[in-house]
C-alpha cells in the first residue's frame, strides 16, 4: 500500500491504521475505542493488528492507501507494516516492541525503547510520516545512526532502572481493583516502572508529589487481558481536595489517561491518601467502555 496523509485521501478507497475510520475507510486496524476492528484482527496494539492483516489475505480489502489521523510509535509501525511489508516483517517482533515501548510505555526491548524515544523526538520536532517511514528503515538497520535522538531520554531509563534493582521503589498489587501502589522516593520513567508492576490504574505515592492515573492500556481495546473498567476520578478529586491544603483536579474517565494530582505539595498521608484510591475504586461504578458492541 501508499501512505496518504488522511486530509488528502479525498474518498479514496484506504485502510486506516491506529485511528479513526474517514471517508472510503474499507477497513480499520485500530485498537481505539469502538473502532469496528474486525474480531480476528484484533490486537493489543494497532501495528499488531497490521501484522495480522498480512497474515490474513481473507481479511484482505481492495484498497492501496494507507492512513493515519494522528503520528506517534504504534501508527507509524502499522503504516510501515502495510507499506513495506516484506521489510516490516524482517523486523517485525523489534517493530511491535517499538509500538509497544511507544503507546504503554512499556517493553523488554532496550533498543527498541530507544527508537521509540528516537521517534517521539522527530514527531516532536515536526516530523510527519512522510519523512518517519522514509528514515524508519535506515534505524532499525543502525539504531546508533540516531543515538543523538534517543541518547539523553535513554540515560534516565537506565538510572531508574538501577534504582529500582536496588530497592528504590515499593510496589502493592491489588489485582482486583487493577491497581498498583508504588512508594518511591522520586517520579520513575515510565518505561522503568511499568515494568514491574502489574496494574493498569496506578497510584505513585511519591512524598508531596502523588499522582493516581490510568494508563493508556485502559483507554484501548486491549486483548490479552480484559482491563478492570475505568471510574470517574473526579468525585475522588473533589473529596481529596476538601482533605487537603491545596486542591486536587482530574481528568475524566475517557480522556486517554486520566489522572488524579494535587496542584500543589499535597499534606496528605500516604497511608491516608492509599485508603482513599482502594475505597474510591472498589465502591465508583464503571465509566468507560472502549469495546465495540459484541
Known amino acids: 500500500?501508499?501512505?496518504?496523509?488522511?486530509s488528502e485521501l479525498g474518498g479514496r478507497s484506504n485502510v486506516v491504521v491506529d485511528g479513526s475510520a474517514t471517508e472510503g475507510t474499507l477497513l480499520t486496524l485500530s485498537h481505539w475505542p469502538h473502532s469496528g476492528t474486525p474480531p480476528g484482527l484484533k490486537a493489543d496494539l494497532s501495528a499488531q493488528s497490521a501484522f495480522a492483516y498480512l497474515d490474513r489475505p481473507d481479511h484482505h480489502?481492495?484498497?492501496?492507501?494507507?492512513?493515519?489521523?494522528?503520528?506517534?510509535?504504534?501508527?507509524?509501525?502499522?503504516?510501515?507494516?502495510?507499506?513495506?511489508?516484506?521489510?516490516?516483517?524482517?523486523?517485525?517482533?523489534?517493530?511491535?516492541?517499538?509500538?509497544r515501548a511507544g503507546d504503554f510505555e512499556t517493553t523488554t526491548d532496550r533498543v527498541a525503547a530507544r527508537l521509540a524515544f528516537a521517534v517521539a523526538e522527530l514527531a516532536a520536532d515536526g516530523a510527519g510520516y512522510d519523512t518517519l517511514l522514509d528514515r524508519l528503515p535506515g534505524m532499525l538497520e543502525d539504531p546508533g545512526s540516531v543515538r543523538d535522538l534517543w541518547v539523553a531520554e535513554d540515560e534516565r531509563l537506565a538510572a531508574d532502572l538501577a534504582a529500582i534493582d536496588a530497592g528504590a521503589a515499593t510496589v502493592t498489587e491489588h489485582p482486583d481493583?487493577?491497581?498498583?501502589?508504588?512508594?518511591?522516593?522520586?517520579?520513575?520513567?515510565?518505561?522503568?516502572?511499568?515494568?514491574?508492576?502489574?496494574?493498569?490504574?496506578?497510584?505513585?505515592?511519591?512524598?508531596?508529589?502523588?499522582?493516581?492515573?490510568?494508563?493508556?492500556e485502559s483507554w484501548v481495546q486491549y486483548v490479552s487481558r480484559r482491563p478492570r473498567p475505568r471510574v470517574d476520578l473526579r468525585p475522588l478529586a473533589d473529596r481529596l481536595s476538601a482533605e487537603d491544603v491545596v486542591r486536587w483536579r482530574s481528568g475524566a474517565?475517557?480522556?486517554?489517561?486520566?489522572?488524579?494530582?494535587?496542584?500543589?505539595?499535597?499534606?496528605?498521608?500516604?497511608?491516608?491518601?492509599?485508603?482513599?484510591?482502594?475505597?474510591?475504586?472498589?465502591?465508583?461504578?464503571?465509566?468507560?467502555?472502549?469495546?465495540d458492541a459484541a
Open 61 to 99: 480489502v481492495p484498497a492501496e492507501l494507507v492512513s493515519n489521523n494522528h503520528v506517534d510509535e504504534d501508527g507509524l509501525v502499522g503504516i510501515f507494516a502495510l507499506a513495506d511489508p516484506e521489510r516490516a516483517q524482517q523486523h517485525r517482533a523489534r517493530l511491535v516492541e517499538i509500538a
Open 1 to 6: 500500500m501508499r501512505y496518504v496523509p488522511y
Open 177 to 216: 481493583l487493577d491497581l498498583s501502589v508504588v512508594r518511591a522516593d522520586r517520579v520513575l520513567h515510565l518505561v522503568a516502572l511499568h515494568g514491574v508492576i502489574r496494574g493498569f490504574c496506578v497510584l505513585e505515592l511519591v512524598p508531596g508529589r502523588p499522582r493516581l492515573r490510568y494508563r493508556y
Open 253 to 291: 474517565p475517557g480522556d486517554l489517561t486520566p489522572s488524579c494530582v494535587p496542584t500543589g505539595e499535597s499534606a496528605l498521608g500516604l497511608a491516608q491518601l492509599e485508603a482513599a484510591v482502594v475505597g474510591h475504586l472498589r465502591n465508583a461504578p464503571a465509566a468507560w467502555d472502549p469495546y
